[in-house]
């Protein structure tokens, strides 16, 4: 979003049967050649102006309507000192004129005033025009736009009904909610906002484009959260996926009015999915660091309904978790193929996605590796006591798992000191203690890969 415009002082001058437009500027005295054109790109309330008075645009104005237009100057090389004019009064009685101005107006880009609140009554049908001044050069005012002052909010909150799952009860899934959302008896409910989290997101409003023209937002664009009914104080039905394939559901809905004002209250409607997660099956038995064949199959609940076209793998607890997308054969099945990594194991969680959308459960599945080195000694046997002070002893260090290049090891909690693998992928170590008593030697191994394993503690004590 863009604010191109400067900062300009909004002025108001009040409800007035005539205009009194020779105090709004000055002449400079360079003045320019050209004469100030009609506004263009007019808004009210960030929403497009509408020309026709039997479809006014319907805003809320508890602060206020800002009233917009660009104004122009037919000599583009000037920059005469512009102001715009806007004047408006209730389509009732147009009599009642209130008059505003933004004095420090520059050609080209969104001149604006703000009508105030205290100006514009509820249910109020208003018109109103804008003019471009220089010094006392006047344009034509713009044809007359027209909105409706709506500051009342849907008094109850929507229906909220479904033909096929069955509220606070277990319902199998598979297939799309259908909700049918109903105004509730409110005659301007124009249509309305749901979502499975509350609180759900503002409607409407505007981006700010170029030279400071607003881009309304028609939230009813955004088909996730908003519908809108089939006739004003009417219905809507959606169909939607629910954001967990099992457990628990909440649909949260609120009505709209005309002006986007939200319904006073929400409705929610709750109801439960069973569990329909895909088979995860390893086709070998895994092995650390090494690839890994999985069967997975559909649920026959879920692909009886709408066939399954593909799963979502991920992996945690690895070198680097991941999510994968495998596509489904024509039976709904498919197969995996994945490197586990984790040095203490690793968890694969599984989803599947069928034709029409509906995402299942996750099915988790996990393996725990041992990458834990075996440490030996022939003088200091683990848990045991032997040698003494002085007496040098030999370690070994033998790997659990494939491509070991190092050990790393400490012996109590001292400096680390990294060996490489010999022959086997062992390693021997000599080691003499200074002092008898209990001992600990942590020893860790690190792969090819860079991959440090889990580390593991031999205590021992020396007589």
Request: glycine share 8%; aromatic share 12%; with cysteine.
């Amino acid at each position: 979003m863009t604010m191109s415009w400067r900062a300009r002082t909004r002025v108001a001058l009040g409800a007035t049967g005539a205009l009194c437009l020779a105090l709004l500027a000055t002449p400079r005295a360079d003045a320019a050649t050209g004469t100030p054109t009609t506004p263009t790109d007019l808004f009210n309330a960030y929403s497009t102006c509408s020309h026709d008075p039997d479809a006014p645009v319907y805003v809320w104005a508890g602060s206020g309507v800002d009233l917009e237009g660009v104004p122009g100057y037919t000599d583009p090389d000037a920059t005469p000192r512009l102001s715009e004019q806007f004047k408006l009064w209730p389509v009732a009685d147009p009599t009642q004129v209130t008059s505003l101005s933004d004095q420090y107006a520059t050609a080209g880009f969104e001149a604006w005033a703000t009508a105030p609140a205290s100006a514009l009554t509820d249910g109020q049908t208003y018109a109103w025009q804008a003019q471009t001044l220089a010094g006392t050069d006047a344009s034509d005012w713009s044809a007359p736009c027209y909105f409706t002052v709506d500051n009342t909010r849907p008094s109850v909150p929507p229906t909220v009904t479904s033909a096929n799952y069955a509220e606070n009860q277990t319902n199998q899934g598979g297939e799309p909610v259908q909700f049918t959302f109903g105004a509730n008896g409110v005659s301007d409910v124009g249509g309305f906002e749901f979502g499975w989290m509350n609180p759900l997101p503002v409607a409407g409003g505007a981006n700010i484009g170029d030279h400071g023209i607003p881009q309304p937002i028609d939230p009813y664009a955004d088909t996730r959260y908003f519908v809108r009914a089939d006739s004003l104080g009417g219905s809507a039905t959606v169909n939607l996926i629910p954001p967990s394939g099992s457990g628990p559901a909440t649909l949260y809905v609120i009505s709209l009015d005309r002006a986007l004002d939200r319904s006073i209250d929400e409705t929610s409607y709750s109801f439960f999915l069973a569990s329909h997660a895909p088979t995860v099956t390893p086709v070998e038995k895994p092995q650390f660091d090494r690839p890994t064949t999985f069967d997975l199959t559909p649920d026959p609940v879920l692909q009886a309904k709408s066939p399954v076209v593909s799963y979502s793998v991920k992996t945690t607890g690895g070198q680097n978790d991941r999510t994968v997308q495998v596509p489904a054969s024509a039976d709904g099945s498919a197969t995996a193929k994945l490197t586990l990594d984790g040095a203490d194991g690793e968890w694969v969680q599984v989803s599947s996605t069928s034709a029409n959308g509906w995402v299942s459960a996750e099915q988790w599945w996990n393996v725990v590796f041992d990458t834990t080195p075996t440490v030996g000694s022939d003088v200091y046997a683990e848990n045991a006591s032997g040698g003494g002070v002085g007496v040098p002893g030999a370690f070994t260090f033998t790997p659990k798992v494939k491509n070991v290049v190092s050990y790393t090891y400490s012996f109590d909690w001292g400096t680390p000191v990294t060996v490489k693998a010999e022959a086997g992928r062992t390693a021997h170590i000599t080691w003499t203690p200074a002092n008898d008593g209990f001992h600990d030697l942590d020893v860790y191994a690190t792969t090819k890969d860079g991959i440090q394993l889990t580390a593991y503690d031999y205590y021992f004590t020396v007589n």
